[in-house]
T-cell receptor, first 114, second 114 residues
Framework: AQSVTQPDIHITVSEGASLELRCNYS??????LFWYVQSPGQGLQLLLK??????LVQGIKGFEAEFKRSQSSFNLRKPSVHWSDAAEYFC????????????FGTGTRLTIIP | EADIYQTPRYLVIGTGKKITLECSQT?????MYWYQQDPGMELHLIHY???????EKGDLSSESTVSRIRTEHFPLTLESARPSHTSQYLC?????????????FGSGTQLSVL
């Protein structure tokens, strides 16, 4: 069965500092990977996705993620965070067709300090 | 940009009441989903629909029911609410005609059953 692990429940970084959120997955085939962000009181918004090709994918809001098959990881990065990046971040794995097979991680809450 | 709407945003009710959580989308998406989200936990799919008159149960067993009489509307009903139903419910939709599906989420309904 597919699964997603986000080992960090809560991360605090200073505004302007770099960020890396970890995501490890388990999937029987070539995975399709997603990062979603949820701002307080809001639904989830897609940041980026990986299906094939270049293992470094660019997303919205200056985020990027790198797919590493050997490590079963899909970590999210941003070179310099802004206070507006404070939110909950969810990694997900599944099939490109049929989001009913999408498995989400438990999320990482990001706090930004001045 | 077209959107996906959930009402109410917050609902506090007593045990035994019948409730319906509304979800509508104006994007013409054929696929719609209901997720249940508890703090610190992953999102769990409880229902999904491929189109009008199509409904399926998701990975997480739920006592709720859904209907899909119109493309844009996917309400979720609890016949007799219990405190164990207290949770956040997120509705989502996607367009299966796109090769790379992405989910569009509503802002959620926070349900509290007393």
């Amino acid at each position: 069965a597919q699964s997603v692990t986000q080992p960090d429940i809560h991360i605090t970084v200073s505004e302007g500092a770099s960020l890396e959120l970890r995501c490890n997955y388990s999937y029987g085939a070539t995975p399709y990977l997603f990062w979603y962000v949820q701002s307080p009181g809001q639904g989830l918004q897609l940041l980026l996705k990986y299906f094939s090709g270049d293992t470094l994918v660019q997303g919205i809001k200056g985020f990027e993620a790198e797919f590493k098959r050997s490590q079963s990881s899909f970590n999210l990065r941003k070179p310099s965070v802004h206070w507006s990046d404070a939110a909950e971040y969810f990694c997900a794995v599944g099939a490109v067709f049929g989001n009913e097979k999408l498995t989400f991680g438990t999320g990482t809450r990001l706090t930004i300090i001045p | 940009e077209a959107d996906i709407y959930q009402t109410p945003r917050y609902l506090v009710i007593g045990t035994g009441k019948k409730i319906t959580l509304e979800c509508s989308q104006t994007m013409g998406h054929d696929k719609m989903y209901w997720y249940q989200q508890d703090p610190g936990m992953e999102l769990h799919l409880i229902h999904y629909s491929y189109g009008v008159n199509s409904t399926e149960k998701g990975d997480l067993s739920s006592e709720s029911t859904v209907s899909r009489i119109r493309t844009e509307h996917f309400p979720l009903t609890l016949e007799s609410a219990r405190p164990s139903h207290t949770s956040q419910y997120l509705c989502a939709s996607s367009d299966s005609t796109e090769n790379n599906e992405k989910l569009f989420f509503g802002s959620g309904t926070q349900l509290s059953v007393l």
